[in-house]
């Protein structure tokens, strides 16, 4: 098994106090449905700063900026897209980056 990195791109956000019990069932449901193969469950992340190969810093986050990541546990890239289909971020306008993390 090989772990990927799943990095949240956008979404919005819950407005009332229903929608956001609403969306944490939501993930809440999506994680326990995959079991052994939540390595890190993550959390979201606030607004990113990139440093440039110049050294200067912004604070305008890219042009994508992160909105939360998640470690899971999948069989191969097939696997993990599989898994992130199911992601609730999607739901919510926004999309998965996921990349294969390389053991060092």
Same mark, same amino acid.
């Given at each position: 098994?090989?772990?990927?990195?799943?990095?949240?791109?956008?979404?919005?956000?819950? *407005?009332?106090?229903?929608?956001?019990? $609403?969306?944490?069932?939501? /993930? @809440?449901? /999506?994680?326990?449905?995959?079991?052994?193969? =939540?390595? %890190? @469950?993550?959390?979201? =992340?606030?607004?990113?700063?990139?440093?440039?190969? %110049? @050294?200067? $810093?912004?604070?305008?986050?890219?042009?994508?900026?992160?909105? @939360?990541?998640?470690?899971? *546990?999948?069989? %191969?890239?097939?696997?993990?897209?599989?898994? $992130?289909?199911?992601?609730?971020?999607?739901?919510?306008?926004?999309? =998965? *980056?996921?990349? *294969?993390?390389?053991?060092?």
């Amino acid at each position: 098994m090989s772990k990927y990195l799943f990095v949240y791109h956008g979404g919005s956000h819950p *407005e009332t106090d229903d929608e956001v019990a $609403a969306v944490m069932d939501a /993930w @809440g449901s /999506w994680m326990g449905g995959m079991g052994a193969a =939540v390595i %890190d @469950g993550g959390n979201p =992340v606030g607004m990113s700063t990139t440093v440039n190969p %110049d @050294g200067s $810093a912004s604070d305008d986050g890219g042009s994508n900026p992160a909105s @939360g990541y998640g470690i899971f *546990e999948a069989t %191969d890239k097939d696997d993990a897209i599989a898994k $992130a289909r199911g992601c609730p971020i999607l739901e919510a306008g926004g999309s =998965v *980056e996921l990349a *294969e993390i390389i053991d060092m």
